[in-house]
Nanobody, 127 residues
Framework: QVQLEASGGGSVQTGGSLRLSCVASGYSNSAGCMGWFRQTPGKEREGVATIYSGGSLTSYADPVKGRFTISQDSAKKTLYLQMDSLKPEDTAMYYC????????????????????WGQGTQVTVSS
């Protein structure tokens, strides 16, 4: 049973930074990709960033390019999202997710393209 546990959310002021972590368990085949998506009440879920097995290729949504960095420690099965220069519009529940098998490269996956996701961690950015 695949489990994804996200942590690291919190409340920061505009311009601040947070680092989200996600510990994955319940699978042995590392093929596939992982990523983050977010949701604000009343809005559609939005893909934020995706990283492919091996960690050499990443993709970001336009609103976070240049500010967020996705990375992973494959040995620890841990996914990270470093968020810098945070803005109030980044306020959302952030979910880490995993897609097994082949992943289309060069774009950010949306939530429905993943096979698994965790419970989310709340990020709140105040102005």
């Amino acid at each position: 049973q695949v489990q994804l546990e996200a942590s690291g959310g919190g409340s920061v002021q505009t311009g601040g930074s947070l680092r989200l972590s996600c510990v994955a368990s319940g699978y042995s085949n590392s093929a596939g990709c992982m990523g983050w998506f977010r949701q604000t009440p009343g809005k559609e879920r939005e893909g934020v960033a995706t990283i492919y097995s091996g960690g050499s290729l990443t993709s970001y949504a336009d609103p976070v390019k240049g500010r967020f960095t996705i990375s992973q420690d494959s040995a620890k099965k841990t996914l990270y999202l470093q968020m810098d220069s945070l803005k109030p519009e980044d306020t959302a529940m952030y979910y880490c997710a995993r897609k097994r098998g082949g992943c289309e490269r060069g774009r950010v996956l949306q939530w429905f393209e993943y096979n698994y996701w965790g419970q989310g961690t709340q990020v709140t950015v105040s102005s």
